[in-house]
């Protein structure tokens, strides 16, 4: 008999629904939140209104997409955590219903897990490139920047991680200050193109050991076009592209010192991506050039899974489901954890 689970995400403002059957992925539909551009960043409150308009369709999408009748399902996956609380119940709550209703386990899924499983997300005709296990994942997102080190699905060790902001965090908050939209993320690559990355120089954190530091850098950003809009107010518009490079370079550099230290101390050379930063056009190149010089093996997934998706969440619940790892009903979403 085969197994089928429909997964959910809705851990911050995508609200997302998947559908595996037997290890392969059969469908994932997410519906993105358009209403928190105009703020400059995430709202809380509105993110989970929209999830609560989009949680039936996007279901229902991802079930129809698949081909796959609810009866059919063997389980339901959900993110439990760690994400915006009010955005978590509505994924959560629409989950454990559905489970009830057909009377079958509810499996739960650690969001940040989920970003590092989404290296073995496998679909029809799409290339398979699972990195073996122990591998090392930098997860970067707009929410957390660590080095893990993966030795099985259920065993993920903390290397490193951020003391204060996450790496994409950082990069939202500087294109704010420059008066770009939101998310920053893509904003700031597209700029980046075209501009040249050692024509400014930022403060670069000098942290023990592999946690990352980003803060620093935002303030020192922050002072540095404050400085210079009083010489010339239109500094910010004459050096867009600069500035954009500059301040990528600088987080790419910080990202990939700790990482190379991480390989270095383990051992280990199988070295992937996630999360929502690994879109960068810059991390990426960092990336295939220690793949070219011979030294890593790298793993980047395709992009649609590296930023919220519940094709990650599907995978995770699959492999746990697999092991009867089943979630009480009475557990409860929450909003901090660890991996
Ligand atoms: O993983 P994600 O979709 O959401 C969570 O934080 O969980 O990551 C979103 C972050 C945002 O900070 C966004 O600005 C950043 O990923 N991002 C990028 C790029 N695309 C998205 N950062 C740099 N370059 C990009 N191309």
Not at 82 to 96: N, Q, T, Y
Not at 259 to 271: D, Q, R, S, W, Y
Request: charged letters at 20%; hydrophobic letters at 40%.
């Amino acid at each position: 008999m085969s197994t089928t689970i429909l997964a959910i995400e809705s851990s911050c403002d995508d609200t997302s629904a998947a559908v595996i059957r037997d290890g392969i992925l059969l469908s994932n539909v997410t519906a993105s939140q358009k209403v928190h551009e105009m703020y400059g960043g995430v709202v809380p409150e509105l993110a989970s209104r929209a999830h609560q308009q989009n949680i039936v369709p996007v279901v229902d999408a991802a079930l129809k997409k698949a081909g796959v009748s609810k009866e059919e399902l063997s389980a339901i996956a959900v993110t439990l955590g760690p994400g915006l609380m009010g955005s978590l119940l509505v994924g959560v709550s629409f989950a454990k219903g559905l489970a009830i209703s057909l009377g079958i386990p509810l499996i739960e899924a650690n969001h940040l897990q989920g970003h590092i499983l989404a290296h073995f997300i496998h679909a029809p005709e799409e290339p398979v490139n699972d990195p073996p296990y122990p591998f090392l994942c930098l997860l970067v997102s707009g929410g957390n920047s660590q080095i893990v080190k993966v030795s099985a699905y259920n065993k993920m060790e903390i290397l490193g991680q951020t003391i204060d902001d996450a790496a994409g965090e950082a990069i939202d908050k500087c294109s704010k200050v420059m008066g770009l939209g939101y998310p920053g993320g893509p904003i700031i690559d597209r700029l980046a193109r075209e501009g040249n990355p050692k024509a400014f120089q930022f403060a670069k954190p000098n942290i023990p050991g592999m946690n990352y530091s980003f803060s620093g850098l935002k303030t020192s950003f922050l002072y540095f076009l404050r400085d210079k809009i009083k010489e010339n107010p239109q500094f910010i518009e004459e050096n867009k592209c600069d500035l954009a490079a500059s301040l990528e370079a600088t987080i790419v550099d910080i990202l990939m010192k700790k990482l190379k230290m991480a390989v270095k101390e383990t051992g280990i050379t199988h070295v992937a991506l996630s999360g929502g930063v690994s879109a960068n056009t810059g991390l990426r190149q960092a990336f295939k050039n220690m793949e070219k010089s011979g030294r890593w093996k790298i793993y980047i997934p395709k992009f649609s899974y590296t930023t919220d998706n519940a094709a990650m969440i599907a995978i995770t619940g699959y492999y746990k489901f697999l092991d009867g790892e089943y979630c009480p009903l009475s557990k409860p979403a929450y909003s901090r954890t660890v991996l």
